[in-house]
C-alpha cells in the first residue's frame, strides 16, 4: 500500500497567515491526490483534486501543488472560517490511502 | 444539491453484523463509483470498499482489514449504497463515511463491544 506521510499534525496559525500543509506519498502517485477540510461534526469537503485543480464553490485562498510524491496545500491568508482539519488522499492506486491530518487552529 | 445520507450504524457484539446503508442524490448515481470510508476513534482515514458502477460491470474492492467480511452493494433504481459486515470485532469501531471522493457523507457510528 502506498503510505500517506502529512505535516505538521498541528498547526497554529494568525488570522492573514499564509499557511501550508504538506504530503509525502512512498512512491510516485502522479498528480492522483485530493485535499479535503473537515470541521468539526460535518462532513468532508474536497477543496482541491488532482493535485492542482480547485474544486467548485471553494475560495481562490486555498490551491494544491504538486506532483509525484510530494504535495502543498496552501491557504494564501487564513481565515477563521478555516479552523479545520485538512487530510489528503492519493487515489492513484488501490487501496486509497489517507494521510493523517493536519489540525488548524487560530492562534 | 448533492447528499449523501448514512443509517444503520448502532452499538452490537462481536461477531454480529449490520448492515449500513447510503441515500444519496443530487448527482447520476449509476454512473458513480461508490465508497465506504471509515475513521476509527482518534484515528485517521482508512477506505474499506469501492463498487464500481454498471459499466465496470459492478466490480468491487475491499480493503485487506475487510476482506471476506464485509460485502458493498448497490441499487441503482433507488440511488443507494450498502455496507453489510459481518463477524465484526472490535476494531471495526469507526465512523463510516459513504462518498463518491468528491462529496462525502456525514458519517454513521458503528461501536463493536461486549
Known amino acids: 500500500d502506498i503510505q500517506m506521510t502529512q505535516s505538521p499534525s498541528f498547526l497554529s496559525a494568525s488570522v492573514g497567515d499564509r499557511v501550508t500543509i504538506n504530503c509525502k506519498a512512498s512512491q510516485n502517485i502522479n498528480r492522483y491526490l485530493n485535499w479535503y477540510q473537515q470541521k468539526l461534526g460535518e462532513a468532508p469537503k474536497l477543496l482541491i483534486y488532482n493535485a492542482n485543480s480547485l474544486q467548485t464553490g471553494i475560495p481562490s485562498r486555498f490551491s494544491g501543488s504538486g506532483s509525484g510524491t510530494d504535495f502543498t496545500l496552501t491557504i494564501s491568508s487564513l481565515q477563521p472560517e478555516d479552523v479545520a482539519t485538512y487530510f489528503c488522499l492519493q487515489h492513484n492506486s488501490w487501496p486509497w490511502t489517507f494521510g493523517g491530518g493536519t489540525k488548524l487552529e487560530l492562534k | 444539491e448533492v447528499q449523501l445520507v448514512e443509517t444503520g450504524g448502532g452499538l452490537v457484539r462481536p461477531g454480529s453484523s449490520l448492515k449500513l446503508s447510503c441515500a444519496t442524490s443530487g448527482f447520476t448515481f449509476s454512473n458513480t463509483w461508490m465508497n465506504w470510508v471509515r475513521q476509527a476513534p482518534g484515528k485517521g482515514l482508512e477506505w474499506v470498499a469501492l463498487?464500481?458502477?454498471?459499466?465496470?460491470?459492478?466490480?468491487?474492492n475491499y480493503a485487506e482489514s475487510v476482506k471476506g467480511r464485509f460485502t458493498i452493494s448497490r441499487d441503482d433504481s433507488k440511488s443507494r449504497v450498502y455496507l453489510q459486515m459481518n463477524t465484526l470485532r472490535d476494531q471495526d469501531t469507526a465512523t463510516y463515511y459513504c462518498?463518491?471522493?468528491?462529496?462525502w457523507g456525514q458519517g454513521v457510528m458503528v461501536t463493536v463491544s461486549s
Open positions: 463498487i464500481k458502477d454498471k459499466y465496470s460491470n459492478y466490480e468491487a
Open positions: 462518498t463518491t471522493a468528491d462529496y
